[in-house]
């Protein structure tokens, strides 16, 4: 089997992250994603199987500042990134293999929308196997990265953002609702919330 590669009539522009996002996938073989964030609640993909899963090495936080989904250039907000060091509980999740090319595509243009994740290949751990998951990494070279600030700085700038997928505060307790029902405690994301105004 031979992995996908960008169609040469492609009429985005060349973007090598894309290519190493597509390269990593075979044809034919299922697609695993992992969520940590809104792609948890909302994927925006058909999505066959979903499992609670565990990625070594990067940890869920409010490091990624959003002036377009949750905020605006004018008042921005803050969205979940995976920074280096620690783990991180979430969820992966399975797509067909004759949905995997539109899933890539679609997040793509999705996650990728000011270039401030960086697109990643990571083996994640399910219940009783190891995947190897697409999933989006925080830059922090990107002008959008928000270096480590306490809970109450992204609960103010949280509180009142509102972006084109609606309020940052509801990004925030959607989150946190998807992470209980998976069983998950995120201690920062609940000092965030605790610290909403």
Request: proline letters at 6%; one cysteine or more; aromatic letters at 10%.
């Amino acid at each position: 089997m031979r992995s996908f590669v960008p169609m040469v009539d492609d009429p985005r522009p060349h973007d090598s992250r894309r290519c190493d996002l597509l390269d990593g996938y075979t044809q034919g073989d299922a697609l695993w994603v992992f969520g940590y964030g809104s792609l948890m609640w909302s994927p925006g993909f058909p999505v066959a199987e979903r499992a609670a899963a565990l990625l070594r090495g990067w940890h869920r936080r409010f490091c990624v500042v959003s002036h377009v989904y949750r905020g605006t250039p004018e008042k921005p907000g803050l969205v979940l990134g995976l920074d280096r060091g620690g783990a991180c509980r979430g969820l992966a999740m399975r797509v067909e293999p004759k949905h995997a090319r539109e899933a890539l595509d679609y997040l793509w243009d999705r996650e990728m929308i000011t270039r401030v994740y960086r697109p990643m290949w990571r083996e994640v751990e399910l219940a009783q196997r190891k995947v190897r998951a697409a999933t989006f990494v925080a830059d922090r070279a990107h002008e959008h990265y928000v270096p480590e600030r306490d809970p109450a700085w992204a609960a103010r700038t949280i509180a009142d953002a509102i972006g084109q997928n609606g309020s940052n505060r509801d990004y925030l307790k959607a989150t946190l609702a998807e992470l209980d029902q998976l069983g998950i405690h995120d201690r920062h994301l609940r000092a965030v919330l605790a610290a909403l105004p």
